[in-house]
């Protein structure tokens, strides 16, 4: 008979609860789906006087993380955060242990350090989970699109951040507001900083990146800006203009050969699959060369999702463990001789600009004249009188929107550095960029 695969559990939170309950309560069923059987060796948390969602069996409960290494043929990662678990990791993959785990921060960060790490120690790192919660991205860009190269792709991978945008849209919330509603609802953290400021989405872009481009994005170079300055009047006119507004996170090849990674508020046309996305559902839009455009869509967070993910890596190991002995990954990161993937430093869109400026005759013709100097087109203009109500400034300013061609993110900055200065524009001019391809 052939031995159990012993799994070992090091936190055991949300998600580590929900491996748990899934390992045990489908033991039958992943034996016979998958022809192996799995034991959990041990669950490792802080305080086991907490309350879980599932009873972990006392025998497995442990607050040594480093006893669950040492019993256990594959280790799992999901204390969170790249402290505890970087250490965690990386005392594995030193005693040659394969590890799964669901850590974008860690892997987006430090990727090629465990990779390389990994290879070392002739073992393996998975982390279907870190990306899209359950949403199997990884599994399709390493296996589904081996024989297509990848050209772009378009994600929502934050939902808390997709949550707040839909509220701020469907109610006119403003995004304080919208903000509360999350934290209320369990869909925001009590400090929501990573999600609201476009990290967490910049993680996963960067994850995503590593594996369509076959090497290693330097996180610090990617482009972040989240929503915390977004306003209803801005969703409201876009849609106007037949956009929806989303944190959309971007990876795709420019002309140059180099590669833009960057997370911003986006508007996106009604036709784009991504713009009926609502609420806390992640999405994404992967773009090749010869399956041409695919959409895959679900949920991206949650115990259960997540937890699934994190048993398909497991099972692939265990798989690998129970026939061969040892592990592999089967497309790994960073493709010989393509380590570093040039990060475009600047790039190429359409803008929407929104110029609060007092209204008098020759506005339109100064700030078209500046633009025209930069060397940016436009594509329409809007001045509509039923924003007025929208405006707490009623006497000075009114919103007059730019829809440009596309240009260089630096032409349209000097551009509003110089409109910035004129005498009749009297706010800060909001820059929305704008992903205008269809799909
Ligand atoms: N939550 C989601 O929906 C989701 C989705 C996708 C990916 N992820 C990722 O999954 C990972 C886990 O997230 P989570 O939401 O499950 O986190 P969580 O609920 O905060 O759980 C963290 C767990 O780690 C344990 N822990 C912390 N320090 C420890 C230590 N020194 N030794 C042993 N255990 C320790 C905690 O123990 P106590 O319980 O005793 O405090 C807790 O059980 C993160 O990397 C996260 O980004 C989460």
Same mark, same amino acid.
């Given at each position: 008979?052939?031995?159990?695969?012993?799994?070992?559990?090091?936190? &055991?939170?949300?998600?580590?609860?929900?491996?748990?309950?899934?390992?045990?309560?489908?033991?039958?069923?992943?034996?016979?789906?998958? $022809?192996?059987?799995?034991?959990?060796?041990?669950?490792? #948390?802080?305080?086991?006087?907490?309350?879980?969602?599932?009873?972990?069996?006392?025998?497995?409960?442990?607050?040594?993380?480093?006893?669950?290494?040492?019993?256990?043929?594959?280790?799992?990662?999901?204390?969170g955060g790249v402290?505890?678990a970087k250490?965690?990791v990386?005392?594995? @993959?030193? #005693?040659?242990?394969?590890?799964?785990t669901a850590n974008k921060h860690l892997i987006a960060e430090y990727g090629k350090e465990l990779v390389?790490?990994?290879?070392?120690?002739?073992?393996?790192i *998975?982390f !279907?989970a870190a990306v899209g %919660?359950?949403?199997?991205l990884i599994?399709?860009?390493?296996?589904?699109?081996?024989?297509?190269?990848? !050209?772009?792709?378009?994600g929502?991978l934050n939902?808390?951040?997709?949550?707040?945008?839909?509220?701020?849209?469907?109610?006119?919330?403003?995004?304080?507001?919208?903000?509360?509603? #999350?934290?209320?609802?369990?869909?925001?953290?009590?400090?929501?900083?990573f999600?609201?400021?476009g990290i967490d989405a910049a993680h996963k872009i960067t994850i995503l990146a590593n594996l369509a =481009?076959?090497g290693f994005v330097d996180f610090k170079k990617v482009?972040v !800006? $989240?929503?915390?300055?977004?306003?209803?009047?801005?969703?409201?006119? %876009?849609? !106007? *203009?037949?956009?929806?507004?989303? *944190?959309?996170a971007?990876a795709?090849?420019?002309?140059?050969?180099?590669?833009?990674v960057r997370v911003?508020?986006?508007?996106?046309?009604?036709?784009?699959?991504?713009?009926?996305?609502?609420?806390?559902?992640?999405?994404?839009?992967?773009?090749?060369?010869?399956?041409?455009?695919?959409?895959?869509?679900?949920?991206?967070? $949650?115990?259960?999702?997540?937890?699934?993910? /994190?048993?398909?890596?497991?099972?692939?190991?265990?798989?690998?463990?129970? &026939? &061969?002995?040892?592990?592999?990954?089967?497309?790994?990161l960073?493709?010989? %001789?393509?380590?570093?993937i040039?990060v475009?430093?600047?790039?190429?869109?359409?803008?929407? *600009?929104?110029?609060? /400026?007092?209204?008098?005759?020759?506005?339109?013709?100064?700030?078209?004249?500046?633009?025209?100097?930069?060397?940016?087109?436009?594509? %329409?203009? @809007?001045?509509?009188?039923?924003?007025?109500? =929208?405006?707490?400034?009623?006497?000075?300013?009114?919103?007059?929107?730019?829809?440009?061609?596309? #240009?260089?993110?630096?032409?349209?900055?000097?551009?509003?550095?110089?409109?910035?200065? @004129?005498?009749?524009?009297?706010?800060?001019?909001? @820059?929305?960029?704008?992903?205008?391809?269809?799909?």
């Open positions: 008979m052939v031995k159990p695969i012993k799994v070992g559990i090091i936190g &055991c939170g949300v998600v580590g609860t929900g491996v748990v309950q899934i390992l045990l309560e489908q033991k039958k069923l992943i034996q016979q789906k998958a $022809g192996i059987e799995i034991e959990i060796s041990a669950v490792a #948390a802080r305080n086991w006087n907490k309350k879980r969602f599932y009873e972990v069996p006392k025998n497995l409960q442990t607050t040594d993380w480093k006893k669950v290494i040492e019993k256990s043929d594959i280790v799992v990662e999901l204390v402290d505890v250490e965690a990386v005392q594995a @993959l030193k #005693a040659g242990k394969p590890v799964v390389s790490l990994a290879r070392e120690n002739k073992t393996t *998975l !279907e %919660g359950g949403i199997p599994k399709v860009l390493k296996e589904s699109l081996v024989s297509n190269n990848v !050209e772009e792709i378009q929502i939902g808390t951040t997709n949550y707040i945008l839909t509220r701020m849209e469907e109610d006119n919330l403003p995004f304080k507001e919208a903000l509360k509603e #999350a934290q209320e609802k369990g869909y925001a953290e009590a400090d929501p900083t999600d609201i400021e =481009f076959g482009f !800006e $989240g929503i915390t300055n977004v306003e209803v009047l801005d969703i409201k006119l %876009g849609r !106007e *203009l037949g956009y929806t507004l989303k *944190l959309l971007i795709k090849k420019n002309s140059k050969g180099q590669v833009e911003h508020p986006t508007f996106i046309p009604m036709d784009n699959p991504l713009s009926n996305v609502r609420g806390v559902f992640n999405a994404v839009l992967f773009k090749s060369d010869y399956l041409g455009k695919l959409k895959l869509q679900g949920a991206g967070a $949650g115990a259960y999702p997540t937890a699934t993910a /994190v048993v398909q890596d497991i099972v692939q190991l265990a798989k690998q463990l129970s &026939c &061969c002995g040892k592990t592999f990954d089967i497309t790994p960073g493709w010989k %001789g393509k380590e570093e040039p475009a430093e600047d790039f190429y869109s359409r803008y929407y *600009l929104r110029l609060d /400026v007092e209204d008098k005759p020759g506005v339109l013709h100064q700030i078209a004249g500046i633009l025209a100097e930069k060397n940016i087109s436009i594509a %329409g203009v @809007l001045q509509q009188e039923w924003v007025l109500k =929208f405006v707490n400034d009623k006497n000075s300013a009114i919103p007059l929107i730019i829809l440009t061609h596309k #240009a260089y993110e630096s032409q349209i900055k000097e551009a509003l550095k110089e409109i910035q200065k @004129l005498p009749f524009v009297k706010k800060k001019p909001v @820059l929305i960029r704008v992903e205008e391809e269809r799909y």
